[in-house]
T-cell receptor
């Protein structure tokens, strides 16, 4: 069965600093990978997704993520963080097996705080 | 256009009571998903509907939990004999055609069982 780990429970960065949120997955086949963001009182919003092709994926709000098969990782990055980026970030993996529909497994999340 | 809506936004109930949580998906979306998010955790899959039928209910924790989608649009998650451990945020998502590629999430219903 697939699983997702996010090693950092909470991260604090200064506004304008760069950001990297870590995500590791476990899945027997080629995974489908996602990053979602959840702001307080808001639903989850898809930041970006990886299905195939270029391993560097661009998303909304200036975020990008890189798929590294050898490391089973899909880390999220942003070169310059804004105060509005403070939120909970979830990495997720899709088990798109031929005999079943699509089921997404979420990691435990990383809480991001931004210092002015 | 309108996104996924969930009602109520908050629900407080006593242990042992019955509750219903409602989800209105984006119009035209055939797939609907329910998740449960406990404090400090990521969303946990509960059930998936394709149209009116539950295509996968393997995430429902026990037979106290049940969900319906009688007309292929609005869905109701029903919890009988609630327990304190049921306290969580219940999230609903919909997607156009049954693919998880583009799931649109609602704001959730925060359920508190006292």
């Amino acid at each position: 069965a697939q699983s997702v780990t996010q090693p950092d429970i909470h991260i604090t960065v200064s506004e304008g600093a760069s950001l990297e949120l870590r995500c590791n997955y476990s899945y027997g086949a080629t995974p489908y990978l996602f990053w979602y963001v959840q702001s307080p009182g808001q639903g989850l919003q898809l930041l970006l997704k990886y299905f195939s092709g270029d391993t560097l994926v661009q998303g909304i709000k200036g975020f990008e993520a890189e798929f590294k098969r050898s490391q089973s990782s899909f880390n999220l990055r942003k070169p310059s963080v804004h105060w509005s980026d403070a939120a909970e970030y979830f990495c997720a993996v899709g088990a798109f097996e031929k005999t079943s529909y699509d089921k997404v497994i979420f990691g435990p999340g990383t809480s991001l705080s931004v210092i002015p | 256009g309108a996104g996924v809506s969930q009602t109520p936004s908050n629900k407080v109930t006593e242990k042992g009571k019955y509750v219903e949580l409602r989800c209105d998906p984006i119009s035209g979306h055939t797939a609907l998903y329910w998740y449960r998010q406990s404090l400090g955790q990521g969303p946990e899959f509960l059930i998936y509907f394709q149209g009116t039928g539950a295509a996968d209910d393997s995430g429902l924790p026990n037979d106290r939990f049940f969900a319906v989608r009688p007309e292929g649009s609005v869905s109701t998650l029903k919890i009988q004999r609630t327990e304190r451990g049921d306290s969580a945020v219940y999230l609903c998502a919909s997607s156009p055609d049954g693919s998880s590629y583009e799931q649109y999430f609602g704001p959730g219903t925060r359920l508190t069982v006292t």
